[in-house]
């Protein structure tokens, strides 16, 4: 338990660092049979790569994605599936003033205390590049969920001050990729592209907030007492860099409200099958199981920390330096992030999925 | 991985019903030599226990310990510590109200539908009853953070709208248990408390927001890249009854920052291993890993969901009901989630301390 | 991972020392629905409980059950089933020689070196009264294979050099118990009988074979690579006090064979659905997978290490000392060992069925 | 949990084809700091590799080793280490004969009925060739080990009915890479040679029995009840392709001696530092923990199941054909499994090691 694996019977373990030879993974326990459509993955990979905008990093990187086992003529075998997104255009640059120093806010003093030893070269396995792997699996998580019709659908809901007002259930989610900002209204989506520009000329960042909304989960996904659905989400959002909140249907707006304001009331059906709630503050999930409402959550992401200005720091003996960023960074992270809170979803809901294939007889 | 077990190499694995036999547990991993302090650890029932105070459920248990093994001559021997606290009281009640009926917003209807049975007495299995085990064990975990100098320490920051505007520093936490709502701010609990009893008035109920901080940490502690710190006490919270959502350091509140106000410079040492930051907008981890500084994070806790007022909902062949509760039940839940949440957070410190002896060679 | 649970979906974890309060544990992931026939288990614990006929120790113990948790009106809900069985007739016993000492080929040194301290009494933890909560979730998984028409059955084959040749399935199984050393074959049960009087005259032990069989399983049970069904049945054997060795199918047997002898010819069938092979030297699995063949397997116990004879030994500060055993012990442990060798099949089995429920979409 | 990790604190998750991309894994769980030997890792894979000597199968494959991940300047850092050997020589081979049809004694019916689907080109995932990431992990394994003075040897002890009687300590291990059959006696070992020839020339196979040999196992590595060391060197070794049996210390000739004959008395030391017991019937095991003394298995190796002659089977439709193997395969499989053994051993202890650090405050 050295924290690269992720889940229980569809279980992902990553490897990698952004300056090594790549990132990859192993999933195991993905059932056999499921078509791995090579097309939608690579396009997933494509939402999270750098470059794709003018309000993300301008650093260029193809991510080529290579299968390595357990698919077999277009089906997925139910052994092993591995993959490697090899690191490319890794040029014999200069690092040395990361290998003695540590960025505010980054990892690179906390690695280097817990195992006296880092490899500094771009963040190494703290970097945002690790996430290829979480997309990769994500996405085939994605498809095999689509066999029972549920959706992970995540869109960018505010950035710093910018937000959008609106319940998930009145926007077009399918609009959400028309704009490089992610943000399904596309006139909030406009302020927010403008904001993240702003933000670049100052050579700074800004963070803000994703909202994920799940489909179609069946009633009866969740596995109380400690590994609730959406203690599950939670943490596995809270793994994703850059993460500092989660909150699920009413989330810490609860407080606002009186027991008698926020209860969700079940609404009569022709069947205990098709009964819903008038409401649903609960996000899809009571008592930690799904009851077939759509689930949605909202994750919080701070700036990205590394900033194009002037900061005071330490270096390994404790010394005070000063440091300045190097290199083509994020703005903005969130319309990244958009696929890789989706991943993450994916992950946890295939593999709530399979586990409760043994609640009953 | 059926959700009842909880850590890795200091694990709780619980079970009972409010109204079977008894709530219990086994600690599986509690390194030998720890002196089992039982006093301490029925002390922290008793912060838990119902009909503590007026603004609490005044139903009357109590909550009496029994260890079942792992302890010989007062120490913890390495073997499991099984513990059981029985429950009394248990009149034959007619709960036949509940057999085929489904409370809104409770754990009734998922219950019945993911496992096609549940024991309605008192809410069975998800009954806040359960967190008994929780508290046995997060004592104990207490008890071995306390060899390292290690606490946590969680009060009422938030009740309703009243809420307790200073940052945990600049608070004295020894006092947090100087009142009933648990808030370390004398004329701010003294608000809650009114509050509550209005609420109470109204058969309603309300939620509200607790903070813990965790002291001392070690640098080093966390599992990049799936089991990072944050993500592990996220995890923890978000599994309570009644959790909507969760926050680590600035939290929610980062989106209004720009990254070159919410980084934390470090401030120079004699040595690395006396380094501090400036702020703790991080809380006390980065990329997953303690840093030294203080944890602290939020949490959200809704308004329990049994009101004292009629409330229409369905039965299990989702016919229209009308539902009244009966008995005793706690207007806020808050005061007595203050120790499950040091608990909760006291087993993720106690495994990760664990976990972190395999850093290094 | 201390190494007191077993399982993955079908969970177990026990607790408890021979002279605490109890021996009992948690079965965590049982499907809900089962029906708990609860006069079966007690019927379970009887075959294993000391006392039951000459050959075994005369100790007396009511091994009385105990539910508490997962089980509403007869039937497992799918939360933890939790389970006590008391100590009983516990005299103030002097257990001081032991406190210091070391008895030869027991676990009274390994634990004290490891832990640092040991609960002394009667063995403790690595007392075999532990095994009392493996047939209790024995029993359970059996009640669960039953309903898919699956059989787990032991018999002592041998014991010394006394041996049973015949093939099992020669043998009448049904005939195991109507003998108090558990051969089905009645001649060769007379002679361990009177073997085992014999060595117990002299106040020594003899050890033996027990074989396990296991008909009707599905065909598909069994996780390769690392947990394939032969590697977890044979962990789950030497996790039994006392066990030496484990061999399946053809067995260390299968060194005396040419590859063109050894192997099992496939017989054709009228469908794929109901082929056989014409030998069984798989034993009932081949790539770690369930071939729908019985299952068999031969597992060798040692002679119990506590005889009535003087022994030199040392104490814990590495001198020289002589020990000689107080009490009633077995001066052969097979008959008891019978059920416990059933049980911890069953776990086994009752797993692999669950899990194999994600093989396919 | 599918079945293709191993270990809890240095963990191994393996992936691969015999004729797909290739075959490799992630360690997770290496402590930092660990000084990585290239040379010695690709060494043990020569030990291994097919077409080693005459009487190993023909094949020529390189086994090139790849690093992806997790090493730093020849150092582990503490975070995951991913390999690949990829697989050469790929030629468009015809494998239609194996689409369809099942080899006896082999995995191809269980993996087509537990799956549904295979990749049936040389054995897909059941290939002998998967063990390549075995004796990576392992040799990185061993490393860890080294660094403690923990050494893993393993030799041939029986071909077909020859054998070599000794026991362990009668032997010079160094020996046994002298010779091509890896068996540390020479005269036994020109035995063995010849009759693999024989067999070899009769398109026929034989199998065996590996030792293993740990020397200087810190006392207390274990963890009781369920995941006793030698329960999980037994479970380890079993999962191995082709292992019938395992036992250990005096194994299943303990059922030939009393109590009285097999207790391994302790002899008296100056401190309890270094006591040691006169015989070593225990295989150094007591109560599943160390003792301090060598630890010693045996592993029965079945004949390969690939013979060059003609053998009736069934295809999938259940209907009867006869095979007849193509290629060139072990006559003998046992030179090759020695350092397949001993990296399992060594997975084993490397793990147990870091469990360890657990046991006391």
Redesign the interface.
Known sequence: ??????G??F?L?????SH???I???I??C????KIDQDFIQSELARRKPGQSHITTQRKEDDTL?????I?EG?S??????F?VRNEDQKPKDYSHLKDN?R????D???D???????YRGG???SAR?TIARVVAGAIAKL?LK?KNITVEAFVK????IKLHKNHNELDLSKTDSNIVRCPDQNIANDMISHIEE?KK?G??????IQCVIKNSP??L???????L??????????I?A??????????D???????E??????????????S?QTN???G???????GMPIYF?I????????M?K????N?????ITLEAKGRHDPCVLPRAVPIVESMAALVMADFL????????
Chains 1, 2, 3, 4 share one sequence.
Do not use: W
């Open positions: 338990m050295a924290g690269n694996s992720f229980t019977l279980k373990t990553t490897f990698g660092e090594g030879a790549g990859g993974g192993i195991d326990g059932p056999a049979g499921l290579e299968f390595l086992s357990g077999f089906f075998t139910g052994t092993p599936i591995a490697i540590y505010p806010s980054h990892a003093f906390t690695y205390q817990k195992y006296g030893i880092r490899d190494g396995r703290s690790e095999l066999e505010q950035v710093g001050k933000i100052q700074d960042t800004v963070g803000g907030i009633v009866g969740g596995e109380p007492v400690f590994d609730k959406n203690a599950a989400l939670g943490n596995a959002m809270l793994g860099n993460v500092k909140g989660f909150e699920i249907g009413s989330g810490f609860c407080v606002n409200y009186k027991g008698s926020l209860n969700d009331i079940f609404l009569p059906g022709t069947s205990i099958g098709n009964v709630t503050n609960s996000g999930i009571q008592g930690g199981i799904s009851n909202n919080a992401f701070k700036p990205v920390a590394t900033i200005q900061q005071q720091s330490v390994n003996k404790g010394e005070e399979l586990l409760s294939r043994s609640n009953k007889l």
